[in-house]
């Protein structure tokens, strides 16, 4: 599957951003849908997923802020930010999978998009 993630940009401290992957191909429904993240000089980190059946996984430092959901009819997983804060400054991914595994480790993800850079400033 081929992933695009939009809808970054630059927020301050508590704002809100809304990304958006669009997936190609007939089969999305089937995948587990991801988003990660990398901080400049960081290694790249788990955000949240969203499984095939619909139910969802968060790092604990995003809990209570963000929400992954998905559209299956119009191939499209999203991640709304809200209470942005300067340490969620990164490039976010979209990933999926139909692999198993821990959901939250980027080598069980088969495909993914080119990032998106999100700033937050204090």
């Known amino acids: 599957v081929q992933l695009q993630a939009s809808g970054g940009g630059s927020v301050q401290a508590g704002g809100s951003l809304r990304l958006s992957c669009a997936a190609s191909g007939r089969t999305f429904s089937a995948y587990d849908m991801g988003w990660f993240r990398q901080p400049t000089g960081k290694e790249r980190e788990f955000v949240a997923a969203?499984?095939?059946?619909?139910?969802?996984h968060y790092a604990d430092s995003v809990k209570g802020r963000f929400t992954i959901s998905r559209d299956n009819a119009k191939n499209m997983v999203y991640l709304q930010m809200n209470s942005l804060k300067p340490e969620d400054t990164a490039v976010y991914y979209c990933?999926?999978?139909?692999?198993?595994?821990?959901?939250?480790?980027?080598?069980?993800?088969?495909?993914w998009g080119q990032g998106t850079q999100v700033t937050v400033s204090s």
């Open positions: 990933a999926a999978r139909r692999t198993m595994g821990s959901i939250d480790y980027r080598g069980y993800y088969d495909d």
């Open positions: 969203v499984r095939s059946g619909g139910s969802t």
